[in-house]
Structures are given as structure tokens and as C-alpha cells.
């Protein structure tokens, strides 16, 4: 047994609509690899529980795994995830399984760039932002969504260990590298935030809004 196995066998059991919604994206999508899966999953509805928000920004929906288990964790009373997806045909597989589930009506899809979506939104709106789209803007989305963040409220950014590509020097034609490499490197000097990485699948930094 790995540890990987080891670690999904002790920890809360995947929701039967989740391993459905898996499966489904593996028979029917390509890049089946971009779901959160199992353990990021109940790691992001357990952080949902600890950060209790009101408003939630997802920036890259695609099968819409993490929107739900980020719903799942929403307590209060009108929370609500905000999810943002730039693919239209992802649309009907969407909707299709947030009308399954019984977290789907705290959530809302946008259909469209995250980079003119984000706009729209007021200042300080929300208390979480997770950063799951395009690789090569993540500096971009950050720098959008800051003022629409609470103080005190957090950003959680996915892949940021990207295959563990960041450690060497990327191909000049490599600009999902290239943009995670920037992302991590300006971040770190960044005072207006504290920031951690988690080294758990391909690597998910903590940022806490100062
Ligand atoms: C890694 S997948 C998201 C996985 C999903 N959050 C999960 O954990 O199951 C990235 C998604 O971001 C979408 N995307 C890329 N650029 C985008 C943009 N500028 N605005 C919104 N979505 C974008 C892609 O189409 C893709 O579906």
C-alpha cells in the first residue's frame, strides 16, 4: 500500500455523487487529472468549516469537484461559492451535477473569463478565494481578487508545486511553468499577505490577506 492509499482509507470516505462525477469526467473529458479528487477535496471542504465564509470566488470549475465540496462545507446561512468557468461546453455537465447534489443551490456558475468576471464583484466581498484556472495568469487573478477579498480573509491557489516542475529551469516555450514559477516568486516577497505551502498532490499555498 502507498501512503496515498494509506491516507484516502483513514480519512472521510468520497461522497457517492463525487466517485460518480469522477468517473464521469475520466470516461467523458479530457485532462480527467485537473479534478481535486478525494483527499484535496475534504481538505477543501474541511477548510470551507474552519474559515466559515460568506462568499466564496472559484476561479476554474471545469467538472465543478471542487465548487461541491466547497459547498459542503458553507455554514453559515446564504453562504454562497461563486464559481468561474471560461470552457461553455463545460456548462451542461455542470449544471447536470450541481442539480444532483444537495449543496448545488449554494452555488453559482459564471460562464466566462475569470479576468472579466472578477470586476463585477465589490470590493471585500469575499472571505476565500480558490485560484484553480489558467496557470500562466495566476499573478493576474491574485492581483484581481486582493481587493475583493476581506482583510483577514484567505486565498488558497492549487498546483503551485506544478509536478514539482518549479524546480528546475523551465523550456522558454513552458508558460504554465513560467507562470507558476512567478506566482510563487513574487508571493513570497509579497508583505501584504502571510502565505504557507502544502506539499499534499501538486501543491496548495495558504494565503491569509494582511
Ligand atoms: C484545473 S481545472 C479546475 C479543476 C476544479 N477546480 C477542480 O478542482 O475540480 C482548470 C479550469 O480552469 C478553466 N479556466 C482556464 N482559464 C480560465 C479563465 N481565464 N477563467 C475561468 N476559467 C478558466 C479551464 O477551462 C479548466 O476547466
Redesign the pocket.
Known sequence: MTIDEYVKKHIDEEPALLKQLKRDTHVKLLHPR???GHL?GRLLKMLVQMICPLNVL??????????LCMAEGLEQAGAMIHT????DE?GDFIRNYFEKSEYGDRIRLYI????EVIPSFDDAFFDLV?I???KR?YWDYFESVLPKLRKGGFVIA??TLWSEKILEQPASNDWQTKGVLEFNEKLKDDDRVEKVILPIRDGLTLIRKK
Not at 112 to 115: N, R
Open positions: 485537473m479534478v481535486s484535496q472559484e476561479l476554474g470549475t471545469y467538472t465543478g469537484y471542487s465548487a468561474v468557468e471560461i470552457d463545460m466566462g473569463d475569470a479576468t480558490f484553480d484556472a489558467d495568469r492549487d498546483n
